[in-house]
């Protein structure tokens, strides 16, 4: 079985750029979140997914928005960026939002915007 | 702002010695789960306990749990080179979603 696919793995971004990441979830998991790492701190959640809909949103600026596919794919998307969202983002799946359980992590795609 | 804190920021250990790293968080939890980060890539799942357990044990991984402290520890035994990573302690804060709230991570470094 695949894991959860992430791509690209790589990006370079000019400031003020759009940018879109994808995510593919475990075969079967309905939930997908996202999370920011920037270098040397530990991730931050910045959105969850459930079913198409939304179940969960971290601090983040309204410029960063996420959807999620009937296949359970989903897109997180970056507006204007900024140097500041230079980071590792990493998708997570889940086979459903309220599981308490460990979470399947992707490679992530690192971002690098200058 | 993050939940949890990971004590030592860094470790650096020789093969076949035991790692410990400590996690401190602050609000109350349903579980409590460590992840390992290889370079800076995607997080790998090692153990989860739950708030009303005490102590769970994976292979050679041991974790505790004590919730009055509002703190947890990872024991790595009998470590080995491949074990060089990143740990990071996760809390689950079961409120609009589901989602976990890392500490910053200690750096294991095994040395062979």
């Known amino acids: 079985d695949a894991g959860v696919t992430q791509s690209p793995t790589h990006l370079i971004k000019t400031r003020g750029q759009h940018v879109t990441l994808r995510c593919s979830p475990i075969s079967g998991h309905k939930s997908v979140s996202w999370y920011q790492q920037v270098l040397g701190q530990g991730p931050q959640f910045i959105f969850q997914y459930y079913e198409k809909e ?3 949103r971290g601090n983040f600026p309204d410029r960063f928005s996420a959807r999620q596919f009937p296949n ?3 897109e997180l998307n970056v507006n204007a960026l900024l140097l500041g969202d230079s980071a590792l983002y990493l ?6 939002w309220d599981r308490v359980g460990g979470y399947t992590f992707g490679s992530g795609t690192r971002l690098t915007v200058v | 702002s993050q939940q949890g804190e990971e004590d030592p920021q860094a ?19 349903n579980n409590l789960q460590w992840y390992r980060q290889n370079s800076g890539r995607g ?3 090692l153990i989860l306990i739950r708030s009303n357990e005490r102590e769970k044990h994976s292979g050679r991984l041991r974790v505790t749990l004590d919730t009055s402290k509002k703190s947890s520890s990872l024991l790595i035994t009998a470590s080995r080179a491949a074990d ?3 740990y990071f302690c996760a809390t689950v804060i079961m409120e609009y979603g589901n989602k976990l709230v890392f500490g910053a991570g200690t750096i294991l470094r095994v040395k062979s």
């Open chain 1, 54 to 56: 939304e179940r969960g």
């Open chain 1, 72 to 74: 359970y794919s989903s």
């Open chain 1, 91 to 96: 998708c997570a799946s889940s086979f459903s």
């Open chain 2, 11 to 29: 470790l650096s250990i020789q093969e076949g010695e035991n790692a410990t790293m400590n996690c401190s968080y602050k609000t109350s939890i």
């Open chain 2, 43 to 45: 997080l790998v799942h």
């Open chain 2, 84 to 86: 060089t990573a990143s």
